[in-house]
T-cell receptor, first 115, second 112 residues
């Protein structure tokens, strides 16, 4: 597609439910990143992939959070047993490669609200 | 540790120049970026600069980098109401963690 596509745009769910957030990167982009953005703050890194390999997951807050990119394209961020503190905007970005001069292009994000 | 700081708010009149400032602490930052966030929209990449440069100009946008003081600025010439948004600076290194570190954003309000 023309840009990074994230779905759903909004997700409201009850505490304790599992949620899966999807990201479809720009075609041909090797690297895919997940960030989380709290209200009034900048995005914070969660994890990233090169092709299908998860290179760094040091930003995932705890083991309820996981991500995969099985075919090196679409990625899913899964949060199990959601808690109210998980409410945030979840942003996905992709870049042609991981070189610092390769800018990251962001999708519109998924706003997650946990009741 | 890594830290990127920005002032929270800037108000200017339409037609004036806006200057948004950012400081960072990590001297090994390699690339510095400016992103724009409009309400309900994603983060739009505006421009970026490599750390061995001190200036980059792109139409109405001018980025200045003072590496000695770890200070980055974004100047928007002839600011328009459509420039009203939150502006984030971000840094990344070319080694180690390949993730952007963002500031908290500066809200630019353009008065007609």
């Amino acid at each position: 597609g023309a840009g990074v596509s994230q779905s759903p745009r909004y997700k409201v769910t009850k505490r304790g439910q599992d949620v899966a957030l999807r990201c479809d990167p720009i075609s041909g982009h090797v690297s895919l990143y997940w960030y989380r953005q709290a209200l009034g703050q900048g995005p914070e890194f969660l994890t990233y992939f090169n092709y299908e390999a998860q290179q760094d997951k040091s930003g995932l807050p705890n083991d309820r959070f996981s991500a995969e990119r099985p075919e090196g394209s679409i990625s899913t961020l899964t949060i199990q047993r959601t808690e109210q503190r998980d409410s945030a905007m979840y942003r996905c970005a992709s870049s042609y490669s991981t070189g610092g001069g390769q800018p990251q292009h962001f999708g519109d994000g998924t706003r997650l609200s946990i009741l | 540790g890594e830290d990127v700081e920005q002032s929270l708010f800037l108000s200017v009149r339409e037609g004036d120049s806006s200057v948004i400032n950012c400081t960072y602490t990590d001297s090994s930052s390699t690339y510095l970026y400016w992103y724009k966030q409009e309400p309900g929209a994603g983060l739009q990449l505006l421009t970026y600069i490599f750390s061995n440069m001190d200036m980059k100009q792109d139409q109405r946008l001018t980025v200045l980098l003072n590496k000695k003081d770890k200070h980055l600025s974004l100047r928007i010439a002839d600011t328009q109401t459509g420039d009203s948004a939150i502006y984030f600076c971000a840094e990344i290194k070319d080694t180690g963690r390949r993730a952007l570190t963002f500031g908290s954003g500066t809200r630019l309000q353009v008065q007609p």
